[in-house]
């Protein structure tokens, strides 16, 4: 049986297993699978009836990072990210560039001439946060959404909702951090990317622990980056790198932590990759002021 016609594990949805349950014959994942006298069963069964085996952790259905599973749609919270991204992009038509402006990432300048300096380095840190969801135009914010429909719903999914979060916000503010410690001060920056690249290096350290075959996402990867680091300018790098790397190390913690210390490790990671980006901030900020 070839990969693509694999089952998915009925509660693991997206994780594909060739391992069926010997008594209900539902396909399990190896999260999911308790050994018993011949072959492997669903912890529904063990609980039903068999008793063989029974693991403590076979007691709830969980996702591949340890999470308990949700009830509902799966892509819950992939869906809210849109539609929160699309909300803020009407506001920013309807309202124009005073209100893009006020909350665009930018380190240090006056955003109308003559005026007060604003930004990060004055104290308007929220900026690190609200930039990750405005848009510099059509084409910028539904490139961004369908790539966050495209791979956020399946790590939403394998994940679960507390821990996919916390990848996408703290990768968004690991790209904020390092474009605001890298690019000009008075360098206005926004959009999702950030939080998105932080997506694909996750995508990437899943699809390795599941062993599928990476080579187009290493593709749309490799044209993601050329795009990056165009000639022509115009796209803040620093975010996209920032998000990469910070979602790639958060993702390979959440999926490679030992079961007995799994969240120690998975939140522990967080909070260093977090730590990471404060104390840049704090570094860039008195270097400007």
């Given at each position: 049986?070839?990969?693509?016609?694999?089952?998915?594990c009925?509660?693991?949805?997206?994780?594909?297993?060739?391992?069926?349950?010997?008594?209900?014959?539902?396909?399990?994942?190896?999260?999911?699978?308790?050994?018993?006298s011949?072959?492997f069963?669903?912890?529904?069964?063990?609980?039903?009836?068999?008793?063989?085996?029974?693991?403590p952790?076979?007691?709830?259905?969980?996702?591949?990072?340890?999470?308990?599973?949700?009830?509902?749609?799966?892509?819950?919270?992939?869906?809210?990210?849109?539609?929160?991204?699309?909300?803020?992009?009407?506001?920013?038509?309807?309202?124009?560039?005073?209100?893009?402006?006020?909350?665009?990432?930018?380190g240090?300048?006056?955003?109308?001439?003559g005026?007060?300096p604003e930004?990060?380095?004055?104290?308007?840190?929220?900026?690190?946060?609200?930039?990750?969801?405005?848009h510099?135009?059509?084409?910028?914010?539904?490139?961004?959404?369908?790539?966050?429909?495209?791979?956020?719903?399946?790590?939403?999914?394998?994940l679960?909702?507390?821990?996919?979060?916390?990848l996408?916000f703290?990768?968004?503010?690991?790209?904020?951090?390092?474009t605001?410690?890298l690019?000009?001060?008075?360098?206005?920056?926004?959009?999702?990317?950030?939080?998105?690249?932080?997506l694909?290096?996750?995508?990437?350290?899943?699809?390795?622990?599941l062993?599928y075959?990476?080579?187009?996402?290493?593709?749309?990867?490799?044209?993601n980056?050329?795009?990056?680091f165009?000639?022509?300018?115009?796209i803040a790098?620093?975010?996209?790198?920032?998000?990469?790397?910070?979602?790639?190390v958060?993702?390979?913690?959440?999926?490679?932590?030992?079961r007995?210390?799994?969240?120690l490790?998975?939140?522990?990671?967080?909070?260093?990759?977090?730590?990471?980006?404060?104390?840049t901030v704090?570094?860039?900020?008195?270097?400007?002021?």
């Amino acid at each position: 049986m070839d990969q693509a016609s694999l089952p998915s594990c009925y509660r693991h949805p997206g994780v594909q297993t060739g391992i069926t349950c010997t008594r209900c014959e539902r396909p399990i994942c190896p999260e999911c699978m308790v050994s018993a006298s011949v072959g492997f069963q669903c912890p529904e069964c063990v609980r039903g009836g068999s008793g063989t085996g029974h693991a403590p952790t076979a007691n709830q259905p969980r996702t591949m990072s340890g999470a308990a599973l949700a009830p509902g749609d799966p892509h819950l919270l992939t869906k809210i990210l849109i539609g929160i991204n699309i909300a803020v992009y009407l506001l920013q038509q309807a309202i124009g560039d005073s209100f893009t402006n006020a909350y665009s990432l930018i380190g240090y300048a006056s955003m109308e001439i003559g005026g007060p300096p604003e930004g990060v380095a004055e104290g308007q840190w929220y900026r690190l946060v609200t930039a990750m969801f405005l848009h510099g135009g059509i084409t910028h914010i539904a490139f961004n959404m369908l790539s966050l429909w495209w791979i956020g719903g399946p790590l939403e999914a394998a994940l679960g909702r507390v821990r996919y979060l916390a990848l996408y916000f703290v990768s968004g503010l690991a790209g904020s951090a390092l474009t605001y410690w890298l690019a000009a001060a008075n360098q206005p920056s926004l959009g999702a990317s950030g939080a998105i690249f932080g997506l694909f290096g996750a995508t990437a350290v899943l699809m390795r622990k599941l062993k599928y075959d990476m080579r187009p996402l290493v593709a749309l990867l490799v044209i993601n980056l050329v795009i990056t680091f165009n000639p022509w300018g115009g796209i803040a790098w620093q975010a996209h790198i920032g998000g990469l790397v910070g979602g790639t190390v958060i993702a390979y913690a959440m999926v490679h932590a030992p079961r007995e210390r799994r969240a120690l490790v998975q939140w522990g990671t967080c909070g260093l990759v977090l730590l990471a980006a404060v104390v840049t901030v704090i570094a860039r900020t008195a270097e400007l002021t």
